[in-house]
């Protein structure tokens, strides 16, 4: 056969296999248009880029292992000690980089939650950022006060700053950011720190692998930036911002 003839039939074939394809993919692209609203995430904790783990019977099992690791003697000799002076100056650096974009003053009322023995917090007072405070499941006066990140102490509108490196252990992701968007002041801001290339610890509740449920479940806060930091096993910081009282919510 000559050449010519053979790159004719060729093209016509891979035109036949084209039109073939977006013949039979109509129904889809019609479906699409048809219900696109049913497409996105509707339901972010069954969202396959956020999966719960199995192996909670009760929410009070949950906290028992959750205590179990926050107890531990020798974990917490180390975050007191070697820790405190290792991560303090990091955490340092990263509320600066947060204050230079206008995210943190030092006069915001800041709530690091998930916070254990307060490195973060002892880092928000030393760059001036005095009235800030830890919340975890056991306290650690005078920088950490006890509260559930599920079922946070405070009153609505409270905070004008929360940070969290624990997004990790929420055994109900809803509730914990529900919680962090209630206890923020219209305009607030929240940063997480977590983990989307890396699998978190075995103490981890979720895995989650892509922002996207993040920007779902904060659905009364837009999303200011998410950009690459090396946290101590977390490599992704995203910042949220709370939508303000005047202001229409967004769709
Ligand atoms: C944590 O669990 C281990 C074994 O599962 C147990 O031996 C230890 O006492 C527990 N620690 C605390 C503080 O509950
Ligand atoms: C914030 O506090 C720090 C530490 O006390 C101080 O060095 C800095 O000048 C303060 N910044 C402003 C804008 O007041
Ligand atoms: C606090 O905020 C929650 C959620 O936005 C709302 O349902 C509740 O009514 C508020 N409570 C008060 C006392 O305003
Ligand atoms: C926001 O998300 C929460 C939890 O994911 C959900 O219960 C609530 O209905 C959502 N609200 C809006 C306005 O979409």
Redesign the pocket.
């Known amino acids: 056969m000559h050449a010519v003839m053979k790159i004719t039939l060729t093209k016509t074939f891979i035109l036949r296999c084209f039109l073939v394809s977006l013949f039979l993919s109509l129904p889809f692209i019609f479906l699409y248009l048809l219900f696109p609203q049913q497409q996105p995430f509707h339901n972010p904790v069954t969202n396959k880029d956020l999966r719960i783990r199995p192996g909670y019977s009760s929410y009070e099992t949950y906290i028992q292992r959750q205590l179990n690791k926050t107890l531990n003697p020798r974990l917490r000799k180390i975050w007191t000690t070697r820790d405190w002076d290792r991560k303090i100056p990091v955490f340092a650096r990263f509320f600066e980089e947060l204050k230079e974009r206008k995210l943190l003053q030092n006069t915001s009322k800041a709530l690091c939650i998930g916070a254990r023995v307060g490195q973060e917090v002892e880092a928000l007072r030393r760059i001036g950022v005095l009235d800030s405070l830890g919340m975890d499941l056991v306290p650690y006066p005078p920088l950490v006060v006890k509260g559930d990140f599920h079922n946070q102490p405070f009153?609505?509108?409270t905070f004008d700053f929360e940070f969290s490196n624990v997004f990790d252990h929420a055994l109900y992701p809803e509730r914990f950011v529900?919680e962090i968007?209630?206890t923020l002041k219209p305009e607030g801001v929240c940063v997480l720190h977590v983990a989307l290339s890396r699998r978190a610890d075995k103490y981890s509740a979720n895995d989650l692998y892509s922002i996207q449920p993040l920007v779902e479940l904060f659905n009364?806060s837009a999303l200011v930036h998410v950009r690459s930091v090396d946290g101590f096993g977390l490599d992704t910081e995203v910042a949220f911002r709370k939508n303000g009282g005047t202001r229409h919510h967004r769709l």
Request: aromatic letters at 0%; hydrophobic letters at 15%; glycine letters at 0%.
């Open positions: 009153n609505n509108d529900a968007e209630r009364h």
